[in-house]
């Protein structure tokens, strides 16, 4: 039987932020205190393409900290990449540890499919 499922994405799992951050080829995040443009936070930093400061993960509240000045200091586009990668490393990771088989499949529009076999059921 197939489902669909919509995700709203909650960074808490430093895991799947080290792995979304392998996946695309960013720099290792790094915990600990980072400064914003005008003020600071605490959590996981992830480094984005072309961002003048870095992306914050708080894994208690699953939010994130950041200043892009509207799009001036580094676009949308590239938080929504990592956004998106970190949901499917998570969502792999939580299947492969109840014991499921993933298959990614990457779609022309850009989004990901995952297919998740539970059991015998494909």
């Given at each position: ?32 205190e980072?400064?914003?443009?005008s ?32 799009g ?51």
């Open positions: 039987m197939s489902h669909i499922v919509s995700i709203q994405t909650e960074v808490r799992d430093p895991v799947a932020i080290r792995s979304a951050c392998n996946r695309l080829k960013l720099p290792e995040p790094v915990f600990g980072v400064k914003l443009f003020s600071s936070a605490t959590g996981w930093a992830v480094r984005l393409p072309q961002w003048r400061y870095a992306v914050v993960a708080d894994v208690n509240t699953g939010k994130l900290a950041f200043d892009n000045y509207n001036r200091w580094g676009e949308q586009k590239q938080l929504d990449r990592f956004l998106q990668r970190y949901a499917v490393e998570k969502a792999s990771l939580e299947a492969r540890k109840a014991g499921h088989s993933v298959i990614e499949q990457p779609l022309k529009d850009g989004s990901i499919k995952l297919t998740v076999n539970v059991g015998d059921a494909v």
